[in-house]
């Protein structure tokens, strides 16, 4: 009778483990499958800017809405300086630089603070046109770029600027800015 009851006890035990086993797998391959779903699921964030619609940033790519307010605020941040904000100016840019281009656009951008420290020369522009590749990952802005010494417009010039992009992740960062030049501009 004690041979049999420790029988029974003992596959009861054996039946509760094989149990176990058999939910630690399941649970286990579920764990798996959405792992495996996630890593490979497109992410979303939902922005909500200054225009008033909703605006929706994606893992699968940049959308055209979403690169046109960044080119804008990029483009206005990045042209618009005086002497007393080119520390702030620098920083600013800086902060929405790729990290493989911050070496380089630092050069560029301090050579500029460097001839206008001291100086009484601002310089802010105005965009009137804009065009936009998101699959391509640059654009550009065309517009007036007004500079001003001490009180008085110096000049107003048609430029064109062009911006290019990097997106890695939900992040899309600054990885070269400059003027573009045509012929027209280069007889000048």
Same mark, same amino acid.
């Given at each position: 009778?004690?041979?049999?009851?420790?029988?029974? +006890?003992?596959?009861?035990?054996?039946?509760?483990?094989?149990?176990?086993?058999?939910?630690?797998?399941?649970?286990?391959?579920?764990?798996?499958?959405?792992?495996?779903?996630?890593?490979?699921?497109?992410?979303?964030?939902?922005? +909500?800017?200054?225009?008033?619609?909703?605006?929706?940033?994606?893992?699968?790519?940049?959308?055209?809405? !979403?690169?046109?307010?960044?080119?804008?605020?990029?483009?206005?941040?990045?042209?618009?300086?005086?002497?007393?904000?080119?520390? !702030?100016?620098?920083?600013?840019?800086?902060?929405?630089?790729?990290?493989?281009? +911050?070496?380089?656009?630092?050069?560029?951008?301090?050579?500029?603070?460097?001839?206008?420290?001291?100086?009484?020369?601002? +310089?802010?522009?105005?965009?009137?046109?804009?065009?936009?590749?998101? =699959?391509?990952?640059?654009?550009?802005?065309?517009?007036?770029?007004?500079?001003?010494?001490?009180?008085?417009?110096?000049? =107003?010039?048609?430029?064109?600027?062009?911006?290019?992009?990097? !997106?890695?992740?939900?992040?899309? =960062?600054?990885?070269?800015?400059?003027?573009?030049?045509?012929?027209?501009?280069?007889?000048?």
């Amino acid at each position: 009778m004690e041979i049999s009851h420790t029988h029974a +006890q003992s596959q009861r035990v054996l039946r509760q483990r094989n149990l176990l086993v058999l939910v630690a797998s399941a649970l286990g391959a579920l764990a798996a499958i959405l792992l495996l779903v996630t890593a490979t699921r497109d992410r979303e964030v939902v922005l +909500q800017p200054v225009l008033g619609s909703a605006l929706a940033v994606s893992s699968a790519g940049v959308s055209r809405e !979403y690169l046109e307010l960044i080119t804008r605020d990029t483009a206005v941040l990045t042209l618009d300086r005086s002497p007393s904000n080119l520390e !702030y100016w620098m920083k600013s840019v800086l902060d929405i630089t790729a990290p493989s281009a +911050q070496g380089k656009i630092r050069a560029e951008l301090m050579k500029i603070v460097n001839e206008q420290r001291g100086s009484s020369i601002s +310089q802010f522009f105005t965009i009137q046109t804009m065009e936009i590749d998101p =699959k391509n990952l640059w654009s550009t802005v065309t517009g007036d770029l007004h500079t001003i010494v001490g009180n008085k417009v110096v000049s =107003k010039e048609r430029r064109t600027f062009r911006f290019d992009w990097q !997106y890695s992740g939900l992040s899309l =960062k600054l990885v070269g800015f400059g003027m573009v030049t045509t012929g027209k501009e280069k007889d000048q």
